[in-house]
């Protein structure tokens, strides 16, 4: 069993790198093929695949074959537990203590 | 000078650690000294100062010396950042399509 920890360990791990997130960004528009992915970088196939291997590990993508070539899809739900995460701070940046009262209610235990 | 993507590499980096999300949550309720961020964790000491290390480089911990021991505080100003980078997915795992529309329309160019 993979914890929402370990979970969040991956998904931060895997946002940590401008080609990775670059890689999503273009996912958003559309699915595409590893190939389509790699055009924009100035980095070699493996290098993509490298990158795409650890957004696979951390479900950020999902990749399915069609004959010879395979199509990679966004799958951004991962990104919600993330950004739950760092939601929890926004009083910390925002200076409202309302949500800093959220924080300390939610964390007391 | 230290671009906003090479500050997110940093930022994600040092989340992408469960030890480290849970130094910036002790910090969350107040400052502490490296002795009683440590005490909490099954780590050594100097394993918790290369957290430290890690999270001061990402600009999300400040440590103050006073006298022998060092204090250490929480800077979320850098969270913001991460924050709304992951906020531009919010449509992809919400389904909410004005989101789906307000990232196209902030991604065209």
């Known amino acids: 069993m993979v914890t929402s920890s370990r979970r969040l360990d991956r998904t931060f791990g ?3 790198d401008a080609t990775r997130r670059a890689i999503l960004g273009q996912l958003a528009h559309g699915d595409a093929t590893v190939g389509e992915l790699a055009r924009p970088f100035r980095v070699s196939r493996p290098a993509i695949s490298k990158h795409l291997r650890v957004l696979e590990q951390a479900g950020l993508v999902r990749r399915a074959r069609e004959g010879r070539v395979s199509r ?6 991962a990104l919600r537990e993330a950004a739950e995460w760092v939601e929890r701070y926004r009083a910390f940046w925002s200076g409202r203590l309302d949500a800093l009262a959220r924080y300390v209610e939610r964390t007391r235990s």
Do not use: R, V
């Open 14 to 16: 895997a946002l940590a």
């Open 72 to 77: 990679c899809a966004l799958d951004a739900a």
